[in-house]
């Protein structure tokens, strides 16, 4: 009798702490791996393991930006792509993560092209910080504040990478009448 109730108890605790876990990554923070290299040198700058393989970047996405879509330039961001956003049409729960580089009621002009652009209330303009391989704001435009899903604020792994994100704001491209 005492081994069941002992089960019972390692079960009720390992459910508690599933339930508090699951709060948390939702309401406050959670980790996110970095995929490729469009916010390389920032983010998984090519760094690689001893047997020659790829280390990807963990980094810790603070998730309290989301009550008041409180964000400034600079900030990287993690976001998903659904609908016509979409860059994947085959995995449109895939994340990206780019850095928000005009906010809404700014004009924003690109380096590559002459087009300007006024950002609409309730959107962003999010491009990477490696622009030869990014897939960014300047070929799918403005995206809406909803889909943001937090903001990066430190790198968590590798151990020899930690610490804290910038805020790199590029000064070339934001234009706020």
Not at 15 to 34: E, H, K, M, N, Q
Not at 112 to 121: A, H, L, T
Request: proline residues 7%; hydrophobic residues 35%; aromatic residues 10%.
């Amino acid at each position: 009798m005492g081994t069941r109730s002992g089960l019972w108890n390692f079960g009720n605790k390992f459910f508690t702490c599933g339930i508090i876990g699951l709060y948390v990554s939702d309401r406050f923070a959670s980790v996110a791996p970095v995929r490729g290299s469009s916010m390389s040198p920032t983010l998984n700058p090519g760094t690689t393991s001893l047997m020659g393989l790829p280390i990807d970047d963990y980094v810790l996405v603070e998730k309290r930006c989301l009550q008041s879509y409180k964000f400034s330039h600079g900030d990287v961001v993690v976001f998903r792509l659904v609908g016509t956003f979409c860059s994947s049409p085959s995995n449109h729960k895939e994340s990206h993560i780019k850095r928000i580089t005009a906010l809404p009621g700014e004009w924003i002009g690109t380096r590559r092209s002459y087009d300007v652009v006024k950002i609409p209330e309730g959107h962003c303009w999010v491009e990477g910080d490696n622009s030869s391989s990014s897939l960014d704001s300047k070929s799918f435009g403005p995206i809406p504040l909803g889909l943001v899903q937090g903001r990066v604020t430190h790198i968590v792994w590798p151990p020899q990478r930690m610490g804290a994100v910038e805020r790199i704001t590029p000064q070339d491209t934001i234009s706020s009448s």
